[in-house]
Structures are given as structure tokens and as C-alpha cells.
């Protein structure tokens, strides 16, 4: 009898070997290049862009250069919650913003502290498990928690009393304050944009059965749910029955499985998904048969869900998972005399904020290319001593570039983001091209050890990574 028939043991290192090999496999790193489609992107893109600017700016014209890293670490905070009912964004957007200056504290505080390198690695690694744990179980979804991490390591290195640690804080505070501004200022003029806009990617996702087949199935139904959770979020306005009818009608194409039922609205589909991406205030929602929509109740609000949440195997597993790997890989980066050990901890926890094991694998491996090159481009550009003024038109392109591609390719964003993010460390203390070389080596060992702590924890049922078979 072979032994994986008796001894469970056996059978999950078998898994997770086989996890480890796909880690090396060709297919996952080409599947690691697909650059994906998206929409909607350009806008929110934007708005971060535009928030990071405005505390850049102000930052050089009030001669605080040295803290406008944090406060555009603050502004940052506009880049969660993306596609989100204004009602439920601006509760987000705000507890990102607080968890921000949060952070910026408490690395501030350890740096104030004079606390030995492996002690900030373990206080930092169990603040990444909490990051974690807090923003999937409040699904405050955006950049994830390696950039509250990001935050209390640079505070860290930045403070050393305690006035430092106020400055910090308020710098950081600040960004969140004006990022949260920019990012509700649509709400003023087009307070049903997302409403609009949810359902305009539903109809698209039902317009894909037509060439996809079962596989759209399960996204096309997920895409009219979260429509109808947005609608249902946002104000109610005489187009709301018109927005639900579109959104019934969806699902009735869907219900219908079949190609011809498709056909038969793609052309209505496709007209309908137009007008509800223009942003006109005057704009008409397109009219349909709406007698039979009946306004849905409000769905449970985000802090209820996330405090039942806060108890999800899963996420407490994933965050347990996301500490284990971030304390490993500062350890092993400080053990090997790499100048910034906590740069390893984020890209361990980087690579795991993966949904299942291949897409760790496919953010690990993104994060790693992605960190090269954009290691090498900021080198380029730290060369060039550029001054201040031109290095925050560098840094707002590079974070609008990111926010373009983060839903397209996350090794382009990682090159955008790693050239800005060493650009930021350079407004508020001096530093050399060599910072790429050291960037990329703890980028290489956090992704590693990232990958190696999935393999060897990865679920009994997560075959994502394996062939379908036929």
C-alpha cells in the first residue's frame, strides 16, 4: 500500500512539495507576465495621483521637505476602497487613513525607543500579522497592509525623541486627511457614479458569457451581486428602479444559459454600459421596464461583518501565516548584514496576500521582477540628483502609474511603486544609488521565504496551482 493512502503527514508534504515545484515552474512565472483588462481605472488612479501632489507641494512650499514622505504616505490612504459606495468608502478610507498615522506611531516610537534591529524586526512582524488580520476581515481592500508596514519603518528610522514622534504623526495625519478630501470630493457632483458604474461592469461581465462560457458564470453572477450591494449603499434617486431592472434583466440573461440569450441583449448591453460610464451630471440612465424592481434593503454595515470576521479561520490563519514569514525573513535578512532587514519583512508579506497559493506564487514573483526594475530605474534616478520639485512630479507619475496597472499586472505596479517608494525615502534623508542593491536583495529573500511558508502551510484544498485535469 503506498504510504500516502495511510499516513495523512506523508500526503501533505507530497502537497507541498508539489506547491514548491510550481513555484519553478514555467507556467507560473509566463502566467506571471499576463497583463489583465480593466476598467474604471483611470479615475481613482487619478485622485491618488492628484492627493499625493497636493501634500508633495505643500510639504516644499512650508520648507518641510524631510516630512512630506509621510504626509504623502498619509495621502496614500485615498488608495483603499476603490469602487466603493461614497457611504461605505468614506468609512474606509478613513480607517486606512487612521491606520496609516497608526503605524507611522508606532515605528516612530520604536525608533524613539532605540530599539535593537531584531527586536523592531519581531514588534514589526506581529504588526504586519495585525495589519493583515484587520484589513481582510474589514476587507478594506487597496494596496494591502504592506504599506502600514512601509510606514512604521520608516518612521522608525526617522525618529529619535519623542518630538519626532508628534511631527510624524501629524505629517502623516495630515496626508490621510487631504487624501480622504480628494478622494469624497466626487460625491459632491456625482454621488451616483458608483452605483452607475458597478452596474456597467455587471453588464459587461454577463456580455463575456457570450465567448467565455461557464467559466464567466461565476464572475458574471458575482459582479450583479456586488452591483446590487452598491446600489443599495448609495442615495436613492428616481434612476435607482432603472439601475435594478438593468440588473434583473442581467440575471436573467445569465438564468438563461444560453449563448442566444447573450446575443439576443448584446447590443442593449453594450449601449446601456456606455451611458453608465459617462460621468455627465445630466446624463439619462438608460430607461427600461422598471415596474417590477423593488428597492433592496440596506446590506449589513462593513464594521459588523468585519468584527464577526475578525474570528475567520482563514484570515486568522492567513495573518498567523503573514507574521511567521515576516519574522523569518527580517531575521535571515539582518543574519546575512543587509542594511535594511525590514524591507525583506514586507516583501514576504507582500507575496502572501495572495488569494490561494498560485496567485502567492504569481505576487511573489511579480513583486521580485517588478522590484528589480524598479530598483534599477530609482538608482537612475538618485543618480541624477534631480532636486525636490522635479522628483515630486517623478513621484506623483509613479504612483499614478501604479494605480493604473494594479488591477492589470502587479509586477508593472511593483516597478512604480519601488522607484517611488526609494524616491519618497530620499525627501527626508540622504541616500545613494547602492539602496537598489540592498532593496532587491531583501526583496529576493522576503519573496523566498514568502513562498516557502505558503508551500509548507498551503490548505489541503487549494489546488489552484495544479493542471485542470481533463
Request: a positive charge; charged letters at 15%.
Amino acid at each position: 500500500m503506498l504510504p500516502s493512502t495511510v499516513d495523512p503527514t506523508y500526503s501533505r508534504l507530497r502537497h507541498a512539495g508539489g506547491a514548491l515545484a510550481h513555484s519553478l515552474s514555467a507556467d507560473a512565472w509566463r502566467r506571471s507576465l499576463d497583463v489583465r483588462s480593466a476598467d474604471a481605472v483611470v479615475a481613482p488612479a487619478v485622485r491618488v495621483g492628484l492627493a499625493i501632489l497636493v501634500v508633495l507641494i505643500g510639504g516644499g512650499l512650508l520648507g518641510q521637505t524631510h516630512l512630506a514622505g509621510f504626509a504623502a504616505l498619509g495621502a496614500l490612504s485615498s488608495a483603499f476602497g476603490r469602487h466603493e459606495p461614497y457611504r461605505r468608502l468614506a468609512a474606509k478610507s478613513g480607517c486606512a487613513g487612521a491606520g496609516v498615522a497608526a503605524y507611522v506611531a508606532l515605528g516612530a516610537a520604536v525608533g524613539a525607543a532605540g530599539m535593537p534591529m531584531w527586536a523592531e524586526i519581531v514588534l514589526l512582524a506581529v504588526a504586519a500579522g495585525v495589519a493583515f488580520w484587520l484589513l481582510a476581515a474589514f476587507r478594506i481592500i487597496g494596496p494591502g497592509a504592506v504599506i502600514l508596514i512601509f510606514a512604521a519603518a520608516g518612521a522608525a528610522g526617522f525618529a529619535d525623541t519623542a518630538a519626532d514622534i508628534g511631527v510624524a504623526v501629524a505629517a502623516a495625519a495630515t496626508g490621510a486627511v487631504i487624501g480622504w478630501v480628494i478622494v469624497m470630493a466626487p460625491a459632491l457632483y456625482h454621488p451616483h457614479g458608483p452605483a452607475r458604474v458597478a452596474v456597467a461592469r455587471a453588464l459587461a461581465a454577463v456580455s463575456a458569457l457570450e465567448n467565455s462560457g461557464e467559466s464567466a458564470v461565476a464572475p458574471a453572477r458575482a459582479a450583479i451581486a456586488k452591483a446590487r450591494e452598491v446600489v443599495a449603499l448609495g442615495p436613492r434617486h428616481p434612476h435607482t428602479h432603472e439601475l435594478l431592472a438593468l440588473l434583473d434583466a442581467a440575471e436573467a440573461v445569465v438564468d438563461g444559459g444560453s449563448h442566444d440569450t447573450v446575443r439576443a441583449r448584446r447590443d442593449d448591453f453594450a449601449r446601456f454600459e456606455s451611458e453608465l460610464r459617462k460621468v455627465r451630471r445630466d446624463i439619462e440612465v438608460p430607461r427600461v421596464d422598471a415596474a417590477d424592481a423593488a428597492l433592496p434593503d440596506r446590506p449589513e454595515g462593513f464594521l459588523r461583518t468585519g468584527v464577526r470576521d475578525l474570528r475567520d479561520r482563514a484570515i486568522v490563519i492567513g495573518a498567523g501565516r503573514v507574521m511567521l514569514a515576516s519574522l523569518l525573513a527580517g531575521w535571515i535578512a539582518l543574519a546575512a548584514g543587509l542594511q535594511h532587514p525590514l524591507w525583506a519583512t514586507m516583501g514576504a508579506m507582500a507575496a502572501l496576500q495572495g488569494a490561494n497559493y498560485r496567485q502567492t506564487v504569481q505576487r511573489g514573483i511579480q513583486r521580485l521582477l517588478g522590484n528589480v526594475a524598479g530598483a534599477l530605474l530609482a538608482a537612475i534616478l538618485i543618480a541624477a540628483a534631480l532636486g525636490y520639485w522635479p522628483l515630486v512630479v517623478v513621484i506623483v507619475a509613479l504612483q499614478t502609474v501604479a494605480e493604473l496597472y494594479a488591477t492589470r499586472n502587479y509586477a508593472l505596479t511593483s516597478i512604480a511603486v519601488t522607484a517611488m517608494a526609494l524616491l519618497v525615502i530620499g525627501l527626508g534623508e540622504p541616500i545613494g544609488p547602492d539602496i537598489a542593491l540592498s532593496r532587491i536583495g531583501d526583496t529576493l529573500i522576503g519573496v523566498v521565504v514568502g513562498v516557502v511558508v505558503a508551500a509548507l502551510t498551503i490548505a489541503r484544498g487549494d489546488h489552484h496551482h495544479l493542471p485542470a485535469r481533463s
